[in-house]
């Protein structure tokens, strides 16, 4: 099975820009399809971003269309998610996950996708 480790969280000021990528070991990314989420303090993990397992095909949740950019590159085993016009309703956990179940893009709940990662931690300030 696959192991993901995500990277590139931090603190950015309202406007700014992040560049999440989560690093697949143990099995190759191109087996998986691949979702980003993100969670805060109350609320449920929710989906965010998706993509199919050639990144031919994506998906964005309406409240970060135009802003966020999901790639993958199946050479590196190493998903992206490039955060642009980042607003304080972006702060959360953002965890990246794995489905290799299917070969399309997989919008649903934290509950269709069976690998994760341990997340990082992305905080907009005003």
């Known amino acids: 099975q696959v192991q993901l480790v995500e990277a590139g969280g931090g603190t950015v000021q309202a406007g700014g820009s992040l560049r999440l990528s989560c690093a697949a070991s143990g099995r190759t990314l191109s087996s998986y399809r691949m979702g980003w989420f993100r969670q805060s303090p109350g609320n449920e993990r929710a989906l965010v971003s998706a993509?199919?397992?050639?990144?031919?095909?994506?998906w964005y949740t309406d409240s970060v269309k135009g802003r966020f950019i999901i790639s993958r590159d199946n050479a590196k085993n190493t998903l992206y998610l490039q955060m642009n016009s980042l607003k304080p309703e972006d702060t959360a956990l953002y965890y990246c996950?794995?489905?290799?179940?299917?070969?399309?893009?997989?919008?649903?709940?934290?509950?269709?996708?069976?690998?994760w990662g341990q997340g990082t931690q992305v905080t907009v300030s005003s």
């Open positions: 993509i199919n397992w050639s990144g031919g095909c994506t």
């Open positions: 996950a794995a489905d290799d179940r299917g070969r399309g893009v997989l919008i649903g709940t934290s509950g269709h996708y069976d690998y």
